[in-house]
């Protein structure tokens, strides 16, 4: 027989447990409903009596069973909402788990608030029931961007406002499947000083909205401005806040955007999700490869194409380098989409090891599409990039370059090889150029997969 010593208020309509007593049960709201559970020190073996309408409960070995067995644990909050928008559906691990909270992050114009209303028309349409609470912009606003897009969000019910309390109380009394806050800069709370978008003020309205996620059910969308240099006191205070993370990649001039899960308490990380921004709206990308090598000149030197791993999905893009002559002073160096430092690291390693000096050049360097290379495994991309620049010889059309370039020119395996050829295979390259410890036993069909061991090495193969 279990002894406890401390009293517990059990609320006597919906079983409830509470450390404290109160006049309200603050799981199902009903009034005068909490009855003390056990105020004795020791319960006597077998002589537990029922006092308060029964509020002490017995499982049947006679100890009191306050905690719930996993199996008992209702896994149906489990399930998720769908939006159709099959991207970001993707890049949530599979849709909207309710009673969640997710942040939005990306610059102002990425098109945050352009998927949010899309979003909220599609979860209207399925039937989940949407609250648009906008501090940013006039309803007229939102209906002037609606009437922009594809989906039909005139059901979708909005609030503009930037008080919290009144967007919370709204919201607790429509109670909607989804709530969307654009954006958390905007609103403020008034039991703290501050303007708005100030780090207190963002991290307390934050953690109210969590708190009431947690508490309704509602899933809750929050947009999170970010600028250039990922600054402003806002989302990055917020990220252990929230559930999940998801930042809008992309520069305002390309018309693709990149979707990019930093964080996910229900999916991995690191997933992209790849959209176009259209005239009607964010469409989804079902094939980002073909959209990053859509444009590639045929004859061009100076570019190559690489296959990265973006979360579970393998995709190709194109490097672009161009090496000129140096007007006077230090050469610059310039990289988009990728590290200026390991930009430099390779330029050593090309001097060092495959005797091409760029000293007297100016290096530009361009991960196509507002992608940005994260991974090692495009390191050979773009040294055979430079080198095809600096000798002005084009690549074949159909290549594809994997792995990593170390210090001593030597080219390393990467992971998932197989995945990396079976795209380039499906995108129709015929010959693909890795570490030649990482050639897989089994190629992809209509795919010539060549070993390398170094730079010197693959220089020769390509350039000669
Ligand atoms: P927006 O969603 O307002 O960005 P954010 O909320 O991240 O600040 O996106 C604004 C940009 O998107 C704006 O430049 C106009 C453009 N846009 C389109 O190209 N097509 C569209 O259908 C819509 C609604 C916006
Ligand atoms: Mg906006």
Request: glycine share 12%; with cysteine; proline share 3%.
């Amino acid at each position: 027989m279990s002894s406890r010593s401390k009293s517990t208020f059990r609320c006597t309509e919906c079983g409830a447990d509470h450390p404290k007593w109160a006049g309200r049960c603050d799981a199902c709201g009903a009034w005068n409903s909490l009855a003390e559970e056990m105020a004795a020190k020791t319960v006597p073996t077998g002589g537990a009596s029922r006092r308060a309408g029964g509020a002490l409960s017995l499982a049947a070995g006679g100890s009191v069973a306050l905690t719930p067995r996993l199996r008992d644990v209702d896994g149906s909050h489990a399930r998720r909402w769908t939006t159709g928008i099959d991207e970001f559906d993707f890049v949530l691990g599979g849709g909207i788990v309710p009673g969640s909270m997710v942040l939005i992050g990306g610059e102002p114009g990425i098109g945050k608030s352009t998927l949010l209303l899309q979003v909220a028309a599609r979860l209207q349409a399925g039937g989940h029931s949407t609250l648009y609470a906008s501090g940013e912009e006039s309803a007229l606003q939102i209906k002037l961007r609606a009437d922009r897009l594809l989906e039909d969000a005139g059901d979708v019910s909005l609030l503009s406002e930037t008080n919290l309390e009144t967007v919370l109380t709204t919201a607790a009394s429509v109670s909607p499947a989804v709530l969307v806050v654009d954006s958390i800069q905007t609103v403020f709370t008034n039991d703290l000083d501050g303007a708005p978008g100030n780090v207190g003020q963002v991290r307390e309205c934050a953690a109210r909205l969590m708190r009431f996620a947690k508490e309704s059910g509602t899933a809750v969308f929050v947009v999170g401005h970010v600028t250039k240099g990922g600054g402003i006191a806002g989302p990055k205070t917020l990220e252990h806040i929230v559930d999940t993370v998801l930042y809008f990649e992309g520069e305002n001039s390309i018309d693709h955007r990149v979707l990019r899960a930093t964080k996910n308490r229900f999916g991995s990380v690191d997933e992209i999700g790849v959209f176009r921004m259209a005239q009607d709206g964010l469409v989804p990308v079902a094939n980002p490869s073909e959209l990053f090598l859509g444009d590639r000149s045929m004859h061009a030197s100076g570019s190559a194409v690489t296959a990265l791993i973006e979360g579970s999905r393998p995709i190709l893009i194109e490097i672009q380098a161009l090496a000129a002559k140096a007007g006077f002073g230090t050469p610059q160096r310039v990289a988009t989409g990728y590290d200026g430092r390991r930009l430099a690291l390779l330029l050593a390693v090309l001097d060092k090891r495959a005797g091409l000096s760029f000293g007297l050049l100016d290096v530009f360097l361009n991960v196509v599409g507002g992608m940005r290379l994260h991974e090692p495994a495009g390191d050979l991309a773009v040294a055979v990039a430079l080198a095809s620049s600096v000798y002005d010889r084009a690549l074949s059309h159909d290549a594809v370059f994997v792995g990593e370039v170390g210090l001593g020119g030597e080219i390393r395996p990467v992971s998932q090889a197989e995945r990396r050829l079976s795209e380039a295979a499906n995108m129709g390259m015929t010959t693909a150029y890795l570490a030649e410890r990482a050639v897989p036993a089994r190629v992809p069909k209509g795919l010539r997969a060549i070993g390398v061991r170094t730079i010197a090495d693959l220089f020769e193969r390509v350039f000669t």
